[in-house]
């Protein structure tokens, strides 16, 4: 019902920034609570934050709080990522997931839409 498609990673050093965009097609979008999840090379995807479909509420995993910013432009079907501080550790594929339902998540089975990813590689 929604279709996600991912933009912005790359290679940086560490403590550099990255702003990751996530545009979305589809009536429905802001109906949706969105999520952003990362995935490393043999590891299980990990929750990374999510925001409720109208934007006013956020959640974020402890190992991003404080450093990662979640924000979303209705109008425009895009969900953002704002990625500062980093780390080798947040080396991974990041992907972008919707859920049917307004608010948001912290689990990756309650999402029902996922983009096709978006690698991010910090380098030390």
């Known amino acids: 019902q929604v279709q996600l498609v991912e933009s912005g990673g790359g290679l940086v050093q560490a403590g550099a920034s990255l702003r990751l965009s996530c545009a979305a097609s589809g009536r429905t979008f802001s109906s949706y609570a969105m999520g952003w999840f990362r995935q490393a090379p043999g590891k299980e995807r990990e929750f990374v934050a999510t925001?409720?479909?109208?934007?006013?509420?956020?959640y974020y995993a402890d190992s991003v709080k404080g450093r990662f910013t979640i924000s979303r432009d209705n109008a425009k079907k895009t969900v953002y990522l704002q990625m500062n501080s980093l780390n080798p550790e947040d080396t991974a594929v990041y992907y972008c997931?919707?859920?049917?339902?307004?608010?948001?998540?912290?689990?990756?089975?309650?999402?029902?839409?996922w983009g096709q990813g978006t690698q991010v590689t910090v380098s030390s």
């Open positions: 925001i409720r479909a109208s934007g006013g509420s956020t």
């Open positions: 997931a919707a859920r049917r339902l307004r608010a948001g998540s912290s689990y990756p089975d309650e999402y029902n839409d």
